[in-house]
C-alpha cells in the first residue's frame, strides 16, 4: 500500500508539471525578454493583419487607419489632411503615417505598436520608481518618529523583499499581454500614442519628487509632455487640475484652500503651468497656420457639438438618439447632465490628486470617469484607462486573484449583455433602442460598482522594512 | 386550313428582319435580391445576355439609385474593388455618420460584360432614423389582439426605406452592320453619354446646354453610345426594408430617468468611498510635515 502511494506521488504528472513549468518560466523571465515577446507578437499580428486584407472583405484594418493614411496622402500632395472625411485628429498622426504612403502600407500599424512597446517601457520605470520613492518616503517618516534620521541614508531603499523589479514587471507585462491593446495598436489605432504622453507626463511629475537638484526641469518637462498630449487629444486636459495639486506644499481642505491655490500658485505650478500652455499653443498655433479654422473645428470643437446617434455602450446613447434633430435640451437640463460627471471629476482630483504617491491612481480614475459619463463610448475608448491600470496593481493588492475575476467577468458580462440588443438591431432589424439603453444603464452601473470598489480597496503602502538593517 | 398556313408564311416573310422570330430581341433578366437582415445587407445583382452580345464586345451599367435611408461605405467599396470584386462608379464622398434626415439619394453605376449570368454583390448600409412622433407599427392587426402587447407597441415603430429597381444601359464596340435593336429591345430611341464625373447619363440634346463648359461637354461625349435597355426584372425578395425607429414621445422620460441616474450613483460613489482618501491624505500630510522637519 504504501509502495504503492509512493509510486503514485512518483509519477510525473504531465499536465500539472507543463503548467507549473510554463507559468515558472514566464515569472522568470526578464523584461528584456517580455519586451521581445511581445514585439515579435505584434510583429506577427500586423503580418497577418496585412495577409487578412489582401484576402478577406471583413478588414483586420481599423478604419481610422485609412483615414489617417489618406490624411498622410493629401499632406504628401501639399494638402490639408482634414480634406479627407471624418479625419479629426491632430496632423502631426498624418505626418507619423508618411511612411505608409511612402514605403510600406503597414509601416504605421509598426509605428503605433511601437508606442505599445514604450508604453509598457513606461509603465516598467514608472512603478519601480514609485515604489521606491514610497519605500524611502515610509522609512524617512518611520526614523524621524525615532529620531534617528541618519539611519535612513544607510537603508537600502529597493529592498529586496519589496519586490520593486517583479512588481514592475508584473504591472508591464498586464499591458504588454492584454489582447485588447495589441490588437488595437496593431489594427493601426493611435491610442497608445497619445497614452504614452499621458504617463510620461506622470513619470515626470513623480521623478521630480526623487530628485532636488532638476526637480524644476522636470516638472517643466512634465507641462511641455502634457500640453502636447492635450493637443493630441482633448482628454488629458482633465487631468489638468490633479497635476496641479499634486505640486501644492500642503494639503487642500476647502474651496477657500483650492481658491488660494489657483490665485497663487507656487513656483512649480506656475512652471506646469507655462509648460503646458507653451506646448498646446506653440504646436497647436503652427498647425492653425498651415490648416487653419478646419483643423480647430475637426480636431476640437467637433468632439464637443458631437452627437453620435448610433449605438454605443454611453448612459446617453437613448438620450442622445431620442433627442433626434428637433428636440433641444435647455441648457438647464444640460447642466443637470453634464454636473455629476464634473462633480466626480473634482472629487477625485481633489481625493486622489493632491500628493504625487497616488497620482497615478487619480489619473487612472478620472479616465475611468469620464469613459463611463462619456456621451459616446466604444471599445477603442476603454485603452484611455487600460493603460493606466496597469500604474495601480501594486496599489490594488488588497483585490484577491479570484474577486479581481469576479470583477472582470462582471466588466465583460456587462459588454456581452450589451451586445444581444445590439446585435438584434444591427443584424436583425429588430426594434431593441430601449434596451439597448436599459444595458447602457447596466454597464453603467457595473463601471461605477467597479469605481467604488476600486477606491474601497486601493491602499498607497505595503512595505515591508528591515528593521535589523534600519536600526 | 391552306389559306391560313399560306397566310401566316406570307406574313413572315412580310415582317421586318429585326422582327423575326429567329432573332427577335430579347429582354436581358435582371434578378433582384436584398440578402438577410439588419442595417448592413447586400444588393444582389444576376445579369443575364441572350448569347447573340456575347461576341461583341458589349459593357453594361446598371444605373442605381440609392434613397437617403441608405449609404455605401466608400472605404469598403475600395477594397472590393481592389480585390477585383466589384467595378463601377462611386461618389467620391458619402457620409456615413448623418441620420436619414439629414441625407439625399445619390446615384451608383454598376459596370459589368454580358454574360450568360452575372453576379454583381454591392454592400449596402441603412442609416438610423430619427424618432418619430407618428404611431406606425409593424404587423399592427396583430399585435392589437393583445392587450400586453400594447407596451411593446410603444416601442416597436419602423420606417420602411425601399430601394427602387435599377435602369440597364448597354454599349457594343462591334457591332457591325447590326444596330442594338436587333439584338437587345432598347426603351429609348436617343443614345446616352456617360458623365462619370456626375455620375449620371445624358443625352447628346444637352450639347447646347449653356450650363456645362465645352470642357466638361468633351468629357461627357467622349463616352457616349449607351442604350437604355427594357429589362424583365425578377424580385427574388422584397426591395423593401423595415428600419427600427425610436418614440419622440419617450423623450422626457428617458431624459429625467437618465439625470436621476447618474446623480444618484455620482452621489452615491462620493458618500461611499470619501473616508478613504480623507485617510490617506491625511498620512501623507503627516509624512510631508514630517519630511519638511527633517530638512
Redesign the interface.
Known amino acids: 500500500m504504501s509502495m504503492s502511494n509512493t509510486a503514485a506521488k512518483n509519477t510525473p504528472q504531465p499536465t500539472k508539471t507543463l503548467l507549473s513549468r510554463c507559468g515558472t518560466l514566464l515569472l522568470e523571465l526578464s523584461f528584456r525578454t517580455h519586451l521581445l515577446i511581445s514585439i515579435a507578437l505584434r510583429l506577427l499580428l500586423i503580418t497577418y493583419g496585412h495577409w487578412h486584407?489582401a484576402h478577406s472583405?471583413v478588414?483586420y484594418t481599423d478604419?481610422d487607419y485609412?483615414v489617417v493614411t489618406d490624411g498622410a496622402r493629401h499632406v504628401l500632395q501639399n494638402g490639408s489632411p482634414f480634406n479627407r472625411?471624418?479625419y479629426r485628429y491632430s496632423p502631426i498622426l498624418a505626418y507619423m503615417q508618411l511612411p505608409n504612403v511612402l514605403l510600406h502600407p503597414a509601416l504605421g500599424k509598426v509605428i503605433f505598436a511601437a508606442f505599445d512597446i514604450f508604453v509598457a517601457i513606461l509603465i516598467y520605470l514608472l512603478v519601480r520608481l514609485q515604489l521606491q520613492v514610497q519605500c524611502r518616503?515610509?522609512v524617512?517618516?518611520l526614523l524621524?518618529?525615532f529620531g534617528k534620521?541618519r539611519s535612513a541614508q544607510q537603508y537600502n531603499e529597493t529592498d529586496a523583499r519589496n519586490r520593486p523589479e517583479n512588481i514592475a514587471r508584473a504591472s508591464a507585462c498586464f499591458w504588454l499581454y492584454n489582447p485588447l491593446t495589441a490588437i488595437i495598436s496593431t489594427r493601426g489605432n493611435g491610442d497608445s500614442f497619445s497614452s504614452f504622453f499621458v504617463i510620461l507626463t506622470v513619470y515626470l511629475l513623480v521623478k521630480s519628487e526623487d530628485t532636488e537638484r532638476s526637480a524644476n526641469w522636470l516638472i517643466f518637462a512634465a507641462g511641455l509632455t502634457h500640453g502636447f498630449a492635450i493637443h493630441l487629444r482633448l482628454y488629458p486636459l482633465l487631468f489638468s487640475l490633479a497635476y496641479y495639486l499634486c505640486l501644492s506644499t500642503?494639503?487642500t481642505r476647502s474651496a477657500r484652500d483650492l481658491l488660494r491655490q489657483l490665485l497663487f500658485p507656487s513656483c512649480r505650478q506656475m512652471l506646469l503651468v507655462v509648460g503646458t500652455c507653451i506646448a498646446l499653443f506653440t504646436v497647436t498655433g503652427f498647425f492653425y497656420t498651415l490648416y487653419g479654422w478646419q483643423y480647430i473645428h475637426e480636431a476640437y470643437l467637433y468632439h464637443f457639438v458631437r452627437r453620435?446617434?448610433?449605438h454605443n455602450f454611453s448612459?446617453?446613447f437613448?438620450?442622445q438618439?431620442?433627442?433626434?434633430?428637433?428636440?433641444e435640451?435647455s441648457l438647464l437640463?444640460k447642466l443637470?447632465?453634464l454636473?455629476?460627471?464634473l462633480?466626480?471629476l473634482l472629487?477625485l482630483s481633489?481625493?486622489?490628486g493632491?500628493?504625487r504617491?497616488?497620482l497615478t491612481f487619480c489619473v487612472f480614475a478620472l479616465a475611468f470617469v469620464m469613459v463611463t459619463?462619456n456621451s459616446v463610448v466604444t471599445s477603442q475608448y476603454f485603452v484611455w484607462y487600460l493603460a493606466l491600470l496597469p500604474l495601480c496593481l501594486n496599489n490594488l493588492q488588497a483585490i484577491s486573484l479570484a474577486r479581481a475575476f469576479i470583477y472582470f467577468g462582471t466588466w465583460l458580462l456587462g459588454q456581452a449583455l450589451w451586445l444581444l440588443p445590439a446585435y438584434l438591431?444591427?443584424?436583425?432589424?429588430?426594434?431593441?433602442?430601449?434596451w439597448i439603453?436599459a444595458q447602457g444603464?447596466l454597464f453603467?452601473?457595473i463601471n461605477?460598482y467597479l469605481?467604488?470598489r476600486l477606491?474601497?480597496h486601493?491602499?498607497?503602502t505595503s512595505f515591508k522594512v528591515n528593521f535589523k538593517k534600519l536600526f | 386550313m391552306i389559306p391560313a398556313a399560306i397566310y401566316t408564311f406570307s406574313l413572315l416573310l412580310l415582317l421586318p428582319k429585326g422582327l423575326r422570330c429567329s432573332q427577335s430581341p430579347t429582354k436581358p433578366i435582371v434578378g433582384l435580391q436584398l440578402s438577410d437582415t439588419g442595417m448592413h445587407r447586400d444588393l444582389i445583382y444576376t445579369v443575364q445576355f441572350t448569347n447573340a452580345l456575347y461576341d461583341k464586345s458589349c459593357n453594361y451599367v446598371l444605373e442605381q439609385l440609392l434613397p437617403a435611408g441608405v449609404y455605401i461605405s466608400v472605404d469598403q467599396i475600395g477594397d472590393l474593388k481592389r480585390l477585383k470584386k466589384l467595378n463601377g462608379i462611386f461618389p467620391e464622398f458619402v457620409d456615413i455618420e448623418a441620420p436619414t434626415e439629414k441625407s439625399k439619394s445619390f446615384t451608383i453605376m454598376l459596370n459589368g460584360v454580358p454574360q450568360s449570368t452575372d453576379a454583381i454583390k454591392l454592400p449596402i448600409h441603412y442609416r438610423y432614423h430619427a424618432p418619430s412622433k407618428k404611431q406606425k407599427y409593424e404587423n399592427a392587426s396583430i399585435y392589437f389582439l393583445f392587450l400586453i402587447l400594447k407596451v411593446v407597441l410603444f416601442f416597436s415603430k419602423f420606417a420602411t426605406v425601399e430601394i427602387p429597381i435599377p435602369k440597364l444601359y448597354i454599349k457594343c464596340k462591334t457591332l457591325e452592320d447590326n444596330s442594338i435593336e436587333e439584338f437587345l429591345e432598347t426603351a429609348s430611341k436617343y443614345n446616352y453619354c456617360l458623365n462619370e464625373r456626375s455620375i449620371s447619363f445624358e443625352t447628346k440634346i444637352n450639347e447646347n446646354n449653356s450650363n456645362s463648359s465645352p470642357k466638361s461637354n468633351l468629357a461627357v461625349y467622349d463616352n457616349c453610345d449607351w442604350y437604355l435597355v427594357d429589362v424583365h426584372f425578377q424580385l427574388k425578395t422584397d426591395l423593401r426594408a423595415d428600419i427600427p425607429i425610436g418614440n419622440e414621445k419617450a423623450f422626457p422620460p428617458i431624459l429625467y430617468a437618465t439625470i436621476i441616474i447618474s446623480w444618484i450613483i455620482s452621489l452615491y460613489t462620493v458618500f461611499r468611498t470619501h473616508a478613504i482618501p480623507r485617510r490617506i491624505n491625511y498620512k501623507l500630510e503627516e509624512q510631508r510635515v514630517l519630511q519638511n522637519k527633517m530638512k
Request: hydrophobic fraction near 45%.
Open positions: 486584407d472583405e478588414p478604419i485609412k472625411h471624418t518616503k515610509a524617512h517618516a524621524s518618529k534620521i500642503s494639503l453620435d446617434v448610433r448612459l446617453y437613448l438620450l438618439y431620442l433627442s433626434g434633430n428637433a428636440t435640451t437640463e443637470l447632465i454636473a455629476p460627471q462633480g466626480l472629487y481633489f481625493s486622489f493632491q500628493f504617491q497616488t459619463f438591431l444591427e443584424f436583425k432589424t429588430w426594434n431593441t433602442f430601449y439603453g444603464v453603467f452601473l461605477s469605481l467604488m477606491i474601497e486601493y491602499s498607497f
